[in-house]
């Protein structure tokens, strides 16, 4: 098998747990497996693609992104839900808080 073959076949929660063992030495390999694994519908990958983003999670040595960035790590929040993850949604609110009061100074 391939490397792509193997990543298309592998099960999600395989391809998310490799990704966050993965996570502090290579955020942006991780990035990509979870990107696989919430395509074939694991809310948990979501839910970690949005903390990449959070201000309140953001690292520049965690996370393969630059800055953080609320409103992205918002929509994946909203992602994590529609897949079924509950515990997402107070990180939602607190983030819809965080940018009706910038967007209100």
């Known amino acids: 098998k391939t490397q792509i073959e193997a ?13 966050t063992e993965m996570r502090p030495r290579d955020p942006q390999s991780s990035l ?20 990449y ?11 393969p992104f630059r ?3 609320a409103r992205i790590a918002l929509r994946w929040y909203a992602k994590a839900a529609t897949l079924g993850d509950s515990s997402v949604a107070e990180h939602a609110r607190r983030l819809e808080h965080d940018l009706q009061m910038t967007s209100g100074r």
């Open 7 to 19: 990543i298309r076949t592998c099960p999600a929660e395989r391809l998310y747990a490799l990704a």
């Open 32 to 51: 990509l497996l979870m990107e696989k694994a919430v395509d074939k519908g694991f809310a948990a990958a979501a839910r970690s693609i949005a903390e």
């Open 53 to 63: 983003y959070d201000p309140a999670f953001w690292s520049a040595t965690s996370s």
């Open 67 to 69: 800055r953080a960035d």
